[in-house]
């Protein structure tokens, strides 16, 4: 007796659970200006300096020099391809805040089975035969064992990798439990399995929808849960019958399908992160986002002992930009400003605009002297560095910076308040210089 696949049950219409709903992303203000074309003019007299970096750190999915623009970007409202493809372009941050949301949703997806599984007994109990009824008991409570394992994992602390793991096991164990239902049915006195068997892997293809997950990781579980569904057809001799082929085709539509709704979460998910953590005009990131990053730091100290610095910078009289020039060539010099110490860095140190004309640096894994040349690097592309702007005047700008390290077991506020205070010292200094400070206990226990 051959397996009757879905077509043999009624072809039960598979009502999906989501629905697209169609957005249009406008686009990042900061990719309307080419802000390199703003301060590319160079002192002629001087040799151009050598660009110190080995990446940038951009919100998000955004590298303004390293990647080509998707030719969909229009389709995606602004958006690149590679922002949806993987998470390679993700920054830190935004991985974290996405694997708390899909956390949230996998634990009450979790719940809701790992009590639904067992419950669906009463409905074998009436339906089944008692051969097949008692090794499907030992099956559902095996099932719901592991859903509440995954779910107590979920409720760890965990980091991206960990998400997308937990997620994989869920649906490995879904269609391992399909698999093993359906060889129970067919085992001995063969049954015909309820529908409530026979969908059970488009309805797990269809709860993938409420995860915002990237298209490389969607398609590997689908891939996974194909491989599975397709060998247990193997197995039993129906791979090649027409009601599998049938079943493999409403598969792959229920995978696109899914597909587009996760690729719009996450769109929309990155849309709205970037309104709530991204400066407008610069393109950096904001405040909270980098108490965040300098807690992040912190717990890395604490952790491994790796020490990290803080650079802060500020124009100088910026406000004589302002006045002279307006407040459109002032925003222009902010823009060149973020670029040029941008251009300085590695990509992994987090750049942030702090307030007005301030911006602050964190370096991981730099101690104070390693900070002092970076800090000196950027006072002089600073240096030897034109603004053009629109009137074809090209504006000489300069900047002060105050580097501190951070000393253990202090809080952030104490080291923002300190690197702020040397910040203000070089500007009473004479500005357009840079200055170190450290508390003496810290710079007596560094020297002995």
């Known amino acids: 007796m051959q397996y009757p696949a879905l077509s043999r049950v009624g072809r039960p219409t598979i009502i999906s659970i ?89 634990r009450v997806l979790l719940i809701f089975f790992i009590v639904a599984v067992p419950a669906w007994l009463i409905i074998d109990l009436y339906t089944l035969s008692w051969e097949h009824f008692k090794p499907m008991i030992a099956v559902r409570i095996s099932m719901s064992a592991v859903l509440l394992m995954i779910c107590l994992q979920s409720t760890k602390k965990v980091g991206q990798k960990q998400t997308s793991v937990l997620l994989a096991l869920t649906m490995l164990a879904t269609m391992l439990f399909y698999a093993a239902s359906i060889l129970i049915v067919n085992s001995g006195a063969q049954e015909m399995p309820l529908a409530g068997y026979t969908v059970i892997p488009f309805l797990a293809i269809s709860v993938m929808g409420l995860f915002p997950a990237t298209i490389l990781l969607s398609t590997s579980i689908m891939a996974m849960m194909a491989f599975i569904y397709i060998g247990l057809e193997t197995y039993l001799g129906n791979l090649f019958s027409i009601e599998v082929f049938d079943a493999l085709w409403i598969m792959a539509m229920t995978c696109g399908v899914t597909i587009c709704i996760q690729s719009g979460q996450l769109l929309m998910l990155l849309k709205l992160y970037r309104e709530s953590t991204r400066d407008p005009l610069t393109g950096l990131i904001n405040r909270r986002v980098l108490m965040k990053q300098l807690t992040a730091e912190i717990e890395m100290q604490e952790t491994i002992d790796r020490p990290f610095s803080v650079l802060m910078a500020d124009l100088d009289r910026f406000k004589r930009v302002n006045d002279e020039y307006g407040h459109l060539v002032g925003d222009s010099v902010l823009k060149a400003t973020a670029r040029l110490i941008a251009i300085e860095l590695r990509s992994s140190d987090v750049v942030a605009r702090f307030g007005g004309e301030e911006f602050v640096v964190v370096l991981p894994g730099q101690i104070g002297d390693e900070a002092l040349h970076v800090a000196e690097r950027i006072r002089q592309r600073f240096e030897q560095t034109r603004v053009a702007i629109p009137d074809g005047i090209k504006i000489a700008i300069s900047v002060s910076l105050g580097v501190t390290e951070y000393e253990p077991g202090e809080r952030v506020e104490a080291t923002l308040a300190r690197v702020n205070a040397t910040l203000y010292k070089a500007k009473e200094q004479g500005r357009n210089r840079v200055e170190f400070s450290q508390s003496e206990k810290f710079t007596n226990k560094q020297a002995s």
């Open 18 to 106: 989501q629905s697209i709903i169609l957005f249009r992303c406008y686009r990042s203000n900061s990719s309307n200006m080419d802000i390199a074309k703003i301060f590319n003019q160079q002192e002629s007299n001087n040799s151009p300096l050598v660009d110190q970096r080995d990446g940038t750190h951009y919100p998000a999915g955004e590298d303004q020099d390293t990647f080509i623009v998707d030719t969909i970007s229009g389709y995606l409202g602004g958006f690149r391809l590679s922002d949806i493809l993987s998470t390679d372009n993700h920054t830190d941050d935004f991985k974290v805040t996405r694997s708390e949301y899909m956390l949230s949703r996998l």
